[in-house]
């Protein structure tokens, strides 16, 4: 089992940056593939980006390809989200998540563990 603690969303202006953090307890997180989702107010949950469980393969949404890298480090028990070239329709809360499914999923409905969650605000 696994509990993953986000942290680093915030107000930012349009254009900006910022860098998420997903840390995990226990001793297996390398055993895990890792993935980040945002909700937007009224809106589905979205799959953002995927990284494999020894980091090596990465896949991104569309929506973020270009502006957003997901990566890991293990020895840190962490999973990052580093944004850039925020848009006000990036606002939403941010969630990282976790998967013994080391195929890449897209679905929530794969992902085991989830975190509460960090507020992502940009503004135009």
């Known amino acids: 089992q696994v509990q993953l603690v986000e942290s680093g969303g915030g107000l930012v202006q349009a254009g900006g940056s910022l860098r998420l953090s997903c840390a995990a307890s226990g001793r297996t997180f390398s055993t895990y593939a890792m993935a980040w989702f945002r909700q937007a107010p009224g809106k589905e949950r979205e799959f953002l980006a995927h990284?494999?469980?020894?980091?090596?393969?990465?896949y991104y949404a569309d929506s973020v390809k270009g502006r957003f890298t997901i990566s890991r480090d293990n020895a840190k028990n962490t999973v990052y989200l580093q944004m850039s070239s925020l848009k006000p329709e990036d606002t939403a809360i941010y969630y990282c998540?976790?998967?013994?499914?080391?195929?890449?999923?897209?679905?929530?409905?794969?992902?085991?563990?989830w975190g509460q969650g960090t507020q992502v605000t940009v503004s135009s």
């Open positions: 998540a976790a998967t013994v499914d080391l195929r890449l999923r897209v679905s929530t409905t794969y992902y085991d563990y």
């Open positions: 990284i494999s469980k020894n980091g090596g393969s990465t």
